[in-house]
């Protein structure tokens, strides 16, 4: 049996692409970097909890990646991020076979662009894929897997595509990408059995000095053959993810319990997370109305124009997005985003009775995770780790795929 393989994660998150890689038992993490505490905090449980990492606290690094040199060296009494070893000393000379990640999404989503006068033009954020340059730059794995949203295919910070630039910059260095990533490397995680429509970029780097064979000959076969093979038979609906969860029912009046306002039931069941948000007795009005209506199918709301007109009616307020949507049961649910930390408009139950929006296991449900992955932090710190992250089920997909890649071609 051939070695795991092993990998650094960046921008790990609370780790949902490294626990696909997990779930493949080909893979060893050497280290996770992560510049939130409760995302590193979860990792960290999830990686002693379920992977027996008896370092886990360790090898999840929290620091800041634009700070390269000292991630790589070490760091000491920092009033954010205290004292850390550096990647050096966590790989201790083993060899790094592939870097994993994807910097943050928001500064190449479509929406994040639409909403900010600069279309995102001056996000920093647009500019962390050197960071990651810089790391593969310092370890040369074999490949590396660098994620994002479909945004990234069509930014242009500063004029300029921002996918050329991460081809010229990585091509610098000795890293070959496909040439046409739109074609190729543009997937739906929905196709690989996650519960939701999810388009995601997965941009595949190979060394050039370290691969056995033509690069986009080899890159061509990946994406065109090798992946396709970890495609799910068939497609799995929210009726399917979320359907035996317990029903959480309104109360008859909003209460207060552990300092918190509470508006639905939630004990009687021991599932980590499935907890839901204090809801109004307004939005529980418009979370039944707005369910009954697309599950009988009575169409008062056919259009987003409607949508739109509904929550100017309720609120007051006139925007140009349309905030409601209700999950459909035999459907794949749409994106599940990190907004959700601040509402859970466009993620509306499916059944009218229960009157909300989904829990954070909910939520990570339709995202693929295991029930057994809890999640740490306040409601609001679930939602955003969870909207933030790799499904795990497509992770594992591309994971294997990696694998027998790498058999075949290193």
């Known amino acids: 049996m051939s070695r795991k393989l092993n990998i650094i994660d960046l921008f790990a998150g609370c780790g949902g692409l490294s626990d696909g890689f997990e ?44 700070r390269t040199q000292e991630l790589i060296n070490g760091w000491e009494n920092d009033k954010v991020y205290s004292s850390g070893k550096g990647l050096l000393s966590l790989v201790n000379g083993k060899k790094i076979d592939a870097i994993i990640g994807g910097p943050p999404c928001q500064a190449y989503s479509i929406a994040g662009r639409v909403r900010d006068e600069n279309g995102m033009h001056d996000d920093y954020r647009n500019y962390l894929f050197e960071s990651y340059l810089e790391i593969v730059k310092r370890f040369k794995p074999k490949f590396f897997v660098f994620e994002n949203v479909e945004g ?35 997937f739906n995680t929905a196709d690989f059995g996650v519960p ?19 690069p986009q000959m080899a890159l061509t076969d990946y994406y065109t053959s090798i992946n396709k093979k970890y495609k799910a038979v068939k497609k799995t609906t ?27 039931s939630f004990n009687g069941h021991s599932i980590g997370n499935h907890v839901p ?48 949507n209700v999950l459909g049961l035999n459907e794949q649910s749409n994106t599940i985003p990190a907004h959700l930390y601040k509402d859970g408009l466009r993620h ?30 306040s409601i609001g710190d679930q939602y955003k780790m969870i909207g933030n992250a790799v499904p795990p089920k497509f992770a594992k997909a591309v994971a294997n795929a990696l694998k027998e890649f790498s058999l075949k071609y290193f």
């Open 23 to 66: 779930q493949t038992e080909h893979f060893h993490s050497i280290a996770c970097v992560e510049w939130e505490k409760q995302p590193c905090n979860t990792l960290q449980q999830r990686l002693h909890s379920k992977w027996g990492y008896i370092n886990a606290n360790e090898i999840v690094l929290q620091f800041d990646i634009q």
């Open 152 to 186: 990234i295919l069509s930014a242009k910070p500063g004029g300029v595509s921002i996918i050329e630039r991460i081809k010229t910059s990585f091509n610098q260095y000795g890293y070959s990408i496909i040439e046409n990533l739109r074609k190729s490397a543009l």
């Open 196 to 214: 939701q429509n999810r388009k995601r970029v997965i941009i595949i780097g190979v060394d050039r000095e370290q691969i056995k064979a033509d």
């Open 238 to 264: 929210v009726k399917d993810a979320i359907s035996d969860l317990p029903v959480l029912m309104p109360l008859p009046e909003l209460i207060i319990k552990n300092g918190k306002r509470v508006s639905h």
């Open 348 to 377: 509306i139950h499916p059944d009218p009775i229960q009157a909300r929006s989904i829990t954070p296991r909910e939520a990570a449900r339709l995202q693929s995770f295991d029930d057994d992955f809890e999640f740490t932090g």
């Open 277 to 324: 948000r204090c809801h109004s007795k307004r939005d529980q009005k418009i979370f039944q109305e707005l369910a009954y209506d697309k599950m009988y199918s009575l169409n008062k709301y056919p259009d987003i124009a409607s949508l739109i007109e509904l929550y100017y009616n309720i609120t007051g307020i006139r925007s140009n997005f349309h905030k409601y």
